[in-house]
């Protein structure tokens, strides 16, 4: 541990940076932009830095401190898709959906703290208005695939007889609906959730917008 210290004190010193940058890496990963620099500070070349298969081993590698792009060490990659369905069938498949790298990037700390499984997210864009005022047409919502027990008043995508919806579960006089937000209920009628025609694909769990 002394060692380590000691190369990092030397190193804050060469770079002239803060005492809590390089601890800062340690956790979060250097930003890539600061690998040029990095890497002449130690006499390597980038490839070297960055551990690229091809690399010539350094002749001293007692340093070691994380590089990296800032969101690849604290998001998690979430694909963007879009849902191919058939009505009666429970399952569902996924084409990827081509849009700002074809991923959301979710905070790890945010998809620690609420305890989900990046694996079973998946993110879509909203269509049309009928859960407007809290989804527009174009937001983004990420859906957790492995939360599909039905819950009053909570907000799921559905396969409803092989049309992906995102609507609002509600159990009314015994019965299960899917209702819209939207406050135009004459175009927006609520559909009924019998079994066979209305399967849930995950609950919505957070949405992106640029609607303020």
């Known amino acids: ?118 694996a079973s997210l998946i993110a879509m864009t909203v269509t049309g208005e009928s859960m407007e005022p809290n989804l527009y047409d174009g937001d983004v919502v990420i859906i957790n695939t492995a939360d599909t027990a039905m819950k009053d008043g909570v907000v799921f995508a559905f396969n409803y007889d092989g049309e992906a919806v995102i609507k609002r579960l509600v159990k009314e006089r015994g019965d299960w609906w899917l209702f819209s937000d939207n406050v135009d209920q004459a175009r927006h009628r609520p559909k009924g959730c019998r079994s066979g025609e209305c399967v849930i694909i995950g609950r919505v769990v957070k949405r992106e917008t640029d609607h303020i």
């Open 1 to 118: 541990m002394a060692e380590l210290e000691k190369d990092q004190a030397w190193l804050r010193s060469a770079l002239g940076i803060e005492a809590n940058v390089i601890t800062n890496w340690k956790s979060r990963g250097a930003p890539a932009s600061k690998a040029l620099q990095i890497a002449q500070a130690l006499d390597l070349s980038t490839d070297q830095l960055l551990g690229h298969p091809d690399a010539p081993s350094p002749a001293s590698g007692e340093l070691r401190i994380l590089i990296g792009d800032d969101a690849a060490s604290t998001s998690y990659p979430i694909k963007r898709v879009k849902l191919q369905l058939r009505a009666g069938f429970a399952g569902f498949e996924t084409v990827p959906d081509i849009y700002d790298g074809g991923t959301v990037n979710l905070p790890k700390h945010w998809v620690d703290r609420k305890k989900l499984n990046p």
